[in-house]
């Protein structure tokens, strides 16, 4: 089954600093993968999408992503985080019904 | 605007009774889904419909009921039966089923059961 883990239950940078969160799936075709990011009682709002061709993925707020089919990665980057980046980041992969979601990586940005 | 809206925005429930979740959508999506969350655990899957008058259960379905008469509207009735139900729920909704397409987001209705 289409699944996707990541690593990390915490990180914590300080503004300016870059970032990256990880994204492992577990699937034997290429992926759909989503880095969708959530607010303190907010609903999710999507920040990026990988489906095919580039593997490197620009999305919104300054964030990118790259797939790594040899690592099965999808990782999240910013080179330069901000404040309001402070959130709950979530990796999911698409599966015939819908998306399947990682835990969640809650990101803490210090001043 | 073009957006999902859930409401209410909290919700407080005593035991034994049911209560439903409001979900509306003006994005002309075809598909709906209901998500749960709860603290570490990510979203899981509770129901989704792929069309009008369709619906078929997710992961974690026990509990939960749902109905698909408008194609903008995906209420979530949380049961007496469900043995858990405090918890954010999220509906979402995209153009297309599973997957492959994006999907969009409503703000949540966190419930509370007393």
């Known amino acids: 089954a289409q699944s996707v883990t990541q690593p990390d239950i915490h990180i914590t940078v300080s503004e300016g600093a870059s970032l990256e969160l990880r994204c492992n799936y577990s699937y034997g075709a290429t992926p759909y993968l989503f880095w969708y990011v959530q607010s303190p009682g907010q609903g999710l709002q999507l920040l990026l999408k990988y489906f095919s061709g580039d593997t490197l993925v620009q999305g919104i707020k300054g964030f990118e992503a790259e797939f790594k089919r040899s690592q099965s990665s999808f990782n999240l980057r910013k080179p330069s985080v901000h404040w309001s980046d402070a959130a709950e980041y979530f990796c999911a992969v698409g599966t015939p019904k819908a998306l399947n979601f990682g835990k969640g990586t809650s990101l803490l940005v210090t001043p | 605007d073009g957006g999902i809206t859930q409401s209410p925005k909290y919700l407080f429930r005593k035991e034994g009774q049911n209560v439903t979740l409001s979900c509306e959508q003006n994005l002309n999506h075809d598909a709906m889904y209901w998500y749960r969350q709860d603290p570490g655990q990510g979203l899981r899957l509770i129901y989704y419909s792929q069309i009008v008058n369709d619906f078929q259960k997710g992961d974690i379905a026990e509990g939960y009921s749902v109905s698909r008469e408008k194609k903008e509207s995906f209420p979530l009735t949380v049961t007496s039966a469900q043995k858990n139900p405090t918890a954010f729920y999220l509906c979402?909704?995209?153009?297309?089923?599973?997957?492959?397409?994006?999907?969009?987001f409503g703000p949540g209705t966190r419930l509370t059961v007393l």
């Open positions: 979402a909704s995209s153009p297309g089923t599973g997957g492959v397409r994006s999907q969009y």
